[in-house]
């Protein structure tokens, strides 16, 4: 199944969308509407089946003239996993880590997929970062590797774009990870059950202006998905609605030479097989007004 949650005429919707990118929903005005993507995975009322059989009772939604939104707006934790390719660890200057290097989003920083990623007044050093995104089904803590995967709902794409020079102003991540209209979530959830166990198999590819910048294998993950759950949920209890973004190949604007900062009429495309590509143009801030 692949759920995709949009705004249509300023009100919220949900639709099942097919194998041949057609879709077929309801919006929160509509009867038999049952709830947003998170409330389901959350709420644990209806299933995401039982959902589905009722979006397909409903009426064909136009992709093209719809609004995307982030899958879930509002997830409780986002868990990002940095230097978890081994390339792209080298090519930051860091040595491979034997722990995942963890480090926290907000949900303020979110947007769909279409919507523009905003490069800050405050900084030029906009880069793109694809990755995989893994939504948790059922919480736990503890949770054995084994069974990790058992509690993984579906999959998405991630653009966790970075504003460089205020991701290392510290030596925390957090201010550079979260400028307002920065992390692209989307296009559509797929549920576990339709890919491959871990995604293990499948290519993630990003493109800058139709330029390839990114591509691996989500098996040339240092740390797979079932390994992130299982040592996170020693220290974090999950629930259901969490997200982890499991980390970016090498490629990345940083480290090039001369570097390549995502600037004002660029299209920044993730694309992972099976799943979809997430796109979004670029755009500047408009300058800040000054305090009165």
Not at 76 to 88: E, R, S, T, W
Not at 124 to 146: C, H, P
Request: with cysteine; charged share 20%; proline share 6%.
């Amino acid at each position: 199944m692949r759920f995709a949650s949009f705004r249509q005429e300023g009100i919220d919707g949900l639709a099942v969308v097919n194998d041949a990118g057609s879709a077929i929903g309801l919006t929160a005005l509509e009867p038999n509407y049952p709830g947003k993507l998170e409330t389901l995975i959350q709420g644990e009322i209806v299933s995401l089946s039982d959902a589905a059989q009722v979006l397909n009772r409903g009426r064909p939604i136009d992709l093209d003239k719809v609004e995307f939104l982030p899958l879930l707006s509002n997830p409780g934790k986002i868990i990002c996993i940095g230097l978890n390719y081994a390339d792209h660890s080298t090519e930051s200057g860091f040595k491979q880590p034997d722990y995942p290097t963890i480090f926290s989003r907000f949900n303020s920083s979110l947007i769909g997929h279409g919507a523009p990623l905003v490069r800050p007044a405050k900084s030029s050093q906009l880069d793109y970062e694809g990755e995989l995104a893994a939504v948790i089904g059922t919480g736990g803590k503890n949770i054995s590797k084994a069974r990790a995967l058992d509690h993984v709902i579906g999959y998405a794409i991630f653009n966790d774009a970075s504003i460089r020079d205020y991701q290392f102003k510290t030596p925390q991540w957090t201010i550079g990870k979260n400028f307002d209209n920065t992390g692209s979530f989307g296009p559509a959830l797929i549920t576990a059950d339709e890919l491959p166990t871990g995604c293990k198999g499948l290519k993630l590819v990003t493109r800058l202006n139709n330029e390839i910048v990114q591509s691996a294998m989500i098996d040339d993950m240092v740390f797979d998905v079932a390994t992130q759950i299982a040592l996170v949920s020693e220290a974090i209890t999950l629930s259901p609605g969490d997200v982890f973004v499991t980390g970016t190949p090498a490629g990345v604007g940083l480290s090039r030479k001369p570097r390549l900062w995502m600037k004002a009429g660029d299209l920044c495309e993730v694309e992972i097989d099976g799943i979809g590509t997430l796109r979004n143009p670029v755009v500047d801030e408009d300058p800040p007004t000054a305090d009165r």
